[in-house]
């Protein structure tokens, strides 16, 4: 049993350093122009001996996405802390999330390549990804509602409304075209703004 257990420990060490190799080299020279083979020379190992723990790149890309949107998810999270209204958090949440994922495009290209074929192709971890982040903003409505800010909802139902409305200031490849529309940063932070605002009048207890 002992001699499994190690064995199974080094396995998941071995995979961990596909993920942080294949993530450097992502980095580095692009998603679409790193093959199997050049992460496998970069580790010192066969190709063959990389396809033992990932069947395709794509199963690397969807590891890699996947600890990069907890890293998103914590990044967001961590701007919750304090002391302050349900409204005035939901709104540090929502543009701690926007504001990540917007440099992402503009300082981490290559990077966002490798997410955005992931979004594309709805990998599973992607979808798991939205639904944590509904969770989350579903939290902080009822905070609101326990503490009578927002009105009574279903706040499960009203997260995922919400989640959908801001789509084109949250989801990589909307958000790109969007970028592209406007004259910068401030004019799309404003709109994002505005749209909060809007929400909130809505979610309020006194609307």
Request: glycine letters at 4%; proline letters at 1%.
């Amino acid at each position: 049993m002992g001699r499994k257990k190690t064995s199974e420990l080094d396995a998941e060490a071995i995979k961990q350093r596909i993920v942080a190799t294949a993530e450097q080299l992502f980095r580095d020279i692009g998603y679409a122009k790193t093959t199997v083979a050049d992460i496998a020379k970069a580790l010192g190992m066969s190709p063959a001996n990389v396809y033992r723990y990932f069947a395709t790149k794509a199963a690397i890309n969807e590891a890699i996405c996947d600890r990069l949107v907890h890293s998103i998810e914590a990044q967001s999270l961590a701007s919750l802390g304090g002391e302050s209204t349900a409204t005035e958090r939901l709104t540090r949440f929502i543009i701690a999330y926007h504001t990540i994922i917007k440099r992402s495009i503009i300082k981490e290209r290559k990077l966002y390549d490798m997410v955005a074929v992931a979004m594309d192709e709805h990998w599973d971890v992607v979808q798991q990804h939205s639904y944590r982040m509904c969770d989350n903003i579903s939290i902080i409505l009822e905070q609101g509602m326990s503490a009578g800010e927002f009105r009574q909802m279903d706040a499960s139902k009203m997260a995922i409304a919400i989640h959908e409305a801001l789509a084109v200031f949250l989801y990589p490849s909307l958000l790109e075209h969007r970028m592209n529309e406007t004259d910068g940063d401030g004019s799309m932070l404003e709109e994002l703004e505005q749209l909060l605002d809007l929400l909130f009048y809505g979610l309020s207890a006194k609307a």
